[in-house]
């Protein structure tokens, strides 16, 4: 019956803060005969390989940076006024070492998304080959499966970078894995 479980708890597993331990626990209380925590993993482990078959790449050092907003925002409250404020956070990771750069500002437009970009860039202390960016509207002007027409701002970061943007398809998420991985952590 376990098995059966497995597709209601890998969408459970999707939401927000829904951790594999915090899952296991509830079904335990509906099932007391559940099988222990680590017995539960390995075989959601060897249930999951088998439902969605991914490609690994090999990442080459220097070849790509991978950057995107997380969906949740930082509240700060400004020491003067008490005003609390809510802060988008960008992430930026290496390909080849998942080296991580993560910043707070105020928000995701164009001027924000390229500062976000260029101080990366010197936190890094160079320029990958590409950037592999989302399809969020600071980078691209018109999404396309095949031909994305980028802004006309990021273009010219690239080029005074000597970089190219290579935004991903739209509602892929596996196209930029990495940085989906650190905005989870």
């Not at 956070?89 to 070492?97: I, P």
């Not at 509207?137 to 690239?158: D, Q, R, W």
């Not at 290579?166 to 991985?181: G, S």
């Amino acid at each position: 019956y376990l098995f059966d479980l497995f597709p209601i708890v890998n969408k459970e597993l999707k939401k927000v803060g829904v951790t594999r331990y915090l899952v296991w626990e509830s079904y335990l209380q509906k099932y007391p005969d559940l099988v222990s925590y680590s017995r539960f993993c390995h075989l959601y482990k060897a249930w999951s390989r088998n439902q969605s078959p991914v490609m690994r790449f090999n990442h080459k050092a220097g070849d790509k940076m991978f950057v995107d907003f997380t969906g949740k925002k930082l509240s700060i409250i400004d020491p003067g006024t008490g005003e609390v404020k809510e802060l988008e956070v960008f992430v930026a990771v290496l390909g080849a070492s998942g080296y991580t750069y993560v910043e707070a500002c105020p928000s995701q437009k164009r001027e924000d998304f390229i500062g976000c970009m260029v101080n990366a860039l010197n936190f890094y202390g160079g320029v990958p080959k590409a950037i592999v960016t989302d399809n969020l509207k600071s980078a691209v002007t018109k999404s396309s499966k095949y031909e994305p027409i980028l802004n006309e701002s990021l273009l010219a970061m690239a080029t005074h970078y000597n970089t190219t943007v290579l935004p991903t398809r739209a509602y892929r998420p596996r196209d930029k894995a990495l940085v989906e991985n650190a905005v989870k952590i």
